[in-house]
Structure formats: C-alpha cells, structure tokens
C-alpha cells in the first residue's frame, strides 16, 4: 500500500483503469474519481451521484471513455471522457440480475441471473445513451465473463465454464466449454 485515500464511508467496489480509480459507494450511489497518476498525492477528480436503482454492490467495467455500472437488473453508462464532471448517458432494465459486465467494441456483454429469463444479454452500445438489448442465451446463470473477438468465455453455475459464438449478436450459440 502506497497510499490511503481519505473517506468519509468505505468503497463498495472500484476499478483502475489508466491513471484514474472509479471508486463506487453504494450507500448513497455515488461514483467518485481520483487521479492515481502519483499513488503518494492522489487527487479527487469528479463524482456524480448515479440516477437508477442500485441496491447491491455494482461491477464496474471501462472501455474507451465510458464507465459501465452494472447492478441488479439495471445497467448503466457514464461518460467518463472529462474526469472533472462523469455524465450519466443511460440505463438498461432487463428482469434478470447483473452478475458481471465486459465491453468490446460497441457491444458490452452481461452476465444474469438465468432465474429471471437471461445467462448472457448481448447489449447494442452504439448509441450510449440509448443501449438496447441485442440478443441473449438463457444457457446456463454467467457469474463472470470475458470477451475475445466473437467469443465470449463465461463462468456459469455448477462451476461450468461456456464458450458462446457471438458472431451473430442476436444468437449467442455456446459452441464449447466444460463442467
């Protein structure tokens, strides 16, 4: 440990990305900033207090200059381009629970609940703020995932792991994996 960064609460979760930490606080859903750029004088950038419904602890996951929050059935993304001022863009609701989130390109990839109907949702970022659901697979629940080209390797229930083919974004097909 380099550092500590003063807090009035603790971070629920948070990620790195560059030189810039996304720290979360679920308490009040707020999304706070830092500049990591020398680990001894960390600076606080921006916050913003997150518009939606967050009740457990979010995934976060950055790509290019958006931050994407995934938390119970909404997802959402922020623009993170001016670190100074992070801009809420917009939400996704499914009826499935958001486990995990990884982006690649303008797609992003989240891993449900297959309880409420979704393992894989396979979400159209182009357009951030207006994401729309794509495609999905209700194989198996996808606690964690990790994208590469047109395939998407997924850590499913019972401590399965699945390989889906998303060349076709609207039918994600596994196409491999083991249990």
Request: charged letters at 10%; a negative charge; aromatic letters at 10%.
């Amino acid at each position: 440990l380099v550092t500590k960064l003063d807090s009035e609460d603790k971070w629920d979760t948070y990620c790195v990305a560059g030189t810039t930490l996304f720290a979360f606080f679920l308490s009040d859903a707020v999304l706070q900033l830092y500049d990591v750029t020398n680990p001894n004088l960390p600076e606080t950038l921006g916050d913003l207090t997150v518009q939606g419904k967050i009740y457990s602890v979010p995934k976060l996951s950055v790509f290019g200059s958006h931050l994407y929050v995934a938390s119970d059935s909404y997802a959402f993304i922020i623009d993170i381009s001016s670190p100074l001022s992070p801009k809420q863009m917009g939400t996704l609701t499914l009826t499935s629970r958001f486990l995990s989130i990884s982006v690649s390109g303008n797609t992003a990839y989240v891993g449900a609940d297959n309880n409420g109907g979704s393992g894989l949702v396979v979400v159209d970022i182009s357009d951030p703020s207006t994401p729309v659901q794509v495609g999905s697979s209700t194989f198996t629940t996808v606690y964690s995932l990790s994208v590469s080209g047109t395939k998407v390797v997924a850590a499913g229930a019972g401590r399965s792991l699945v390989v889906f083919d998303v060349s076709n974004p609207s039918s994600p097909q596994p196409v491999g994996g083991y249990s």
